[in-house]
């Protein structure tokens, strides 16, 4: 989080741009600030910007930007405001989808002049499942059956949040990791295999299996740094590629004796050794495993090695100009390689996590589709580790809840996606947000051209000056 | 990364690609000149290959024979006038193209681009047509005996190229293709002979043909990617634009009752999800890639939200489109083999012909093109010039968008009469390959596309014979290509320039 101690990779980016950028971000408007952010970014237009902006990752950034805005209105532009809205807003979107949807609200809507209430009772009901699905079920009998829904979400949110990890490093060093899918697969099979085929005292047979995991997500992560560093070929096709491989080879695997289960038909695995499992944290009427205490030791690692360590640093230079890293003596294929294996070996942490802790078993569906979340979870974190941690509770909530409002309501658990999609669309465009709710500062008229009030001429005139 | 050191040799003349458009790839590194480090790269990939061919197709081949069942014609007739037709055509052609090829190399100067394609393209007709004018049914392959013909060649080639790269010498593109061809023919009929039956025997016409039908939504997807990226913006929304353009096609055919209608509002869809993107990334500036990965689980979220709250709620008003009826062209759809390949389709697949000249001749023809090459290469000239570019790509991403929601009502108008979720299974993100393997060409793009359609048909004809390979491992197969074709071929293909930087005028 605090990248006070070390010196900012941007400082190495394009000279020119970055002076504009500095020159200009006092003062400016908000639009101004993107437009340079994006010069920034892409070091005047020569290339391709990561996938994170670098320029929001910065802390007291937003602060430079407002200068002489009081305490107030920053708290109303921040990036926090921001993060706050766009959840709010895609909640209402989703509650309006819904709304427009259900047959009930239809008939409610009939006589809404009569009684507005029942309608409004029609599209929160969902909610208040998600709700009581995901933190606390008021409903409950006894105290456990109130706190059930909390450590579903944690459990559900421990895979997320190691995928996300690695994707989220990914973003830093300027790679687009669209392969979690595959990456966590590979981490399942190898641990998966460990957890069953060998028998091993307690203790050392789960360090095996997550040491099992973790090297067979770097590997599939690995190759694609690999072919990356050494022959240019695209990430994200090589990704998108090894994952359905990845897949195919585990539904063939499944078939094969070695994995499948005696004595049946259905391609699933034996289940895992009791000694391979992780040790369950509040009991066996929760499923909430050690595994999520893995999760949070992942994070504290992830933001060791990006903020305090020199391989971190190296990949955040990396990820701010390529080019600039080269020259600056920066080890760019070595960099390359190196950060998607970690990143493999993240997501493999979470298949780990799926076949060892949640299911205990490895079954074709193991990485469900948290390897795409994991991208979202990443880009709601803002690839920073912490931010990527609560991105993932986040998720995990929407996850766990959304099954309970499926089951209470009948309302799809696709809405899900929907709101979770929306919600990272909206942060990724504060100035959206903002122009939605018409937070934007129109405070001066700094050229005679633009309006400060309109998007596009401010952009255009702060570039311009 | 080694690909900064630019050949002093510079172009050569005489490789058919010496016109203005390979100036910028220097990335291509190596090439040429003799002080040049040629890369190892086609010698070791290619010696590889042909030790796997040897050991698939000559030590694991076994005594049966592979048939490839040809004619299937329902009008013998008119086929066999077709097929004389073409016969005499497209021997013309050969003769032609092969003239002007042979007169340009004894001139010295360089050959036209599209001489060797055309050329490959009018023998290949000539050989189906002397086939359909013979009235062969069927050829039947002793498969051990060709397997060790086709892994001799293998080995051969990849010998040679290995010999060329000692003597420090650029391994020709023949080289490479002609191992394709022979790989290619090798693994059919091995993969054949393996069937269960005692004679075992696929229709190459319906192989051909369910290609083709496959890699319709691949083609319209790709051509979106080609347009949007040749002006700057990464388009990797292409599945969300056939997902959407899918359900609305579904959706709008079933309420009109009129697939017309369908087929319109699921350009208007696709455009739709291209308008967001376009939006977002070019007025807001966020990540392009970014953008389009979020739209895609949007729309996914969203077409599955309304297909199980409204759509099976009530199927028989909201989701039973008709189908669009496949088309025969009056004489060419006669020909044998071609015919019902190219000239039986739906009009969702004459469009796509269609799309693929229009994309073709308007990018690489025309003011427009030029423009939009400007915006994607270098789009500070172009603005110099007075290009508005950020319009310019902005309607360039709505055209791609369109473009890709008609490829998504393939999906509901042709293929399965219902949408069901999640029904584009991915394939706008082959489209997308596809159109890297292409090189974001829309020609290249649609050979792509093709290679993907045939890959996947295979695969299920494959299933349904029997093989010696397990299906997971076909199905594998088409995915495996890409990684290895964009590790070894397209890394020396590059971007337009411009791809996926945001465009701040100053």
Redesign the interface.
Known sequence: MSEKTTPEPQALGDDSAHVAADTQVPGGTTAEAVASDVVLDTAGGQMPPSAVPAATQRRGRDHDRDGGGSVLHQIFTGNAMVSFLSVLLAIVLGGILMAVTNPKVALAAGYFFAQPGDLLTEVIRPYTALVQGSIFNWAGADLAAQLYPITETLTVATPLICAGLGVALGFRAGLFNIGAQGQIIFGALFGAYIGFAWHLPIGLHLLLVILAGLVGGAVWGGVVGLLKARTGAHEVIVTIMLNYIANFLLLFLLTTPAFQRKGSTNPISPFLDSTALFPELLGPQFRLHAGFLVAVAATVLVWWLLNRSTIGFEFRAVGANPSAARTAGINVARSTILVMAIAGALAGLAGVAQVSGTEKYLSGGVAASIGFDAITVALLGRSTPWGTFFAGLLFGAFRAGGVAMQAQTQTPIDIVLVIQSLIVLFIAAPPLVRAIFGLNPRKKKTTTSGTAGSRTGGVKSGAAA | ?S?TTQSPAGKQPGTGKGTGKTTGAN?AGSRGGTTELVSW?AGVGLGLLAILGTVLFGFLANTKSAGFRIAEARDPNASSTAAWITLAVALAAAAYVGFRWISQRREGGGVDRWIPATTIAAIVVLGLAALGVARVEKITVPSMVFGWICSVLLLALAAYACFLTVQRRKVPAWVGGSFAVVFLAGFMIWIVAGGRDPEPSISLAGLMAGAVTLAVPLVFGSLSGVLCERAGVVN?AIEGQLLLGAFSAAVVATVTGNVYAGLFSAAVAGALVSLVLAV?SI?????Q???G???N??I???T???F???LT?DPEHLNKPGRLQAVDIPFLADIPIIGPILFRQSLVGYLMYVAVIVVYVGLFHTKWGLRVRAVGEH??AADTVGINVNRTRFINVLMGGAIAGIGGSFFTLVSVDAFSKDMSG?RG?IA??AM?FGRWNPIGAFLAALLFGFADNLQSIITIIGSPV?S??M??LP??L??IA???L??RSRPPA?????????
């Open positions: 990364m690909a990335r790269k990797i977002v007025k807001y500036l966020v990540n890639i970014i953008v990965v979020v739209l689980v949007l996914s979220g969203l599955s939200f309304l199980s709250t409204l709620a789009p500070q991915g993100y997308l390959a890297i397990p997971q491992f199905a594998m995915y495996a890409t990684v964009v590790a070894g397209v890394g411009a791809d996926g930087i945001p465009y701040v005028k100053g």
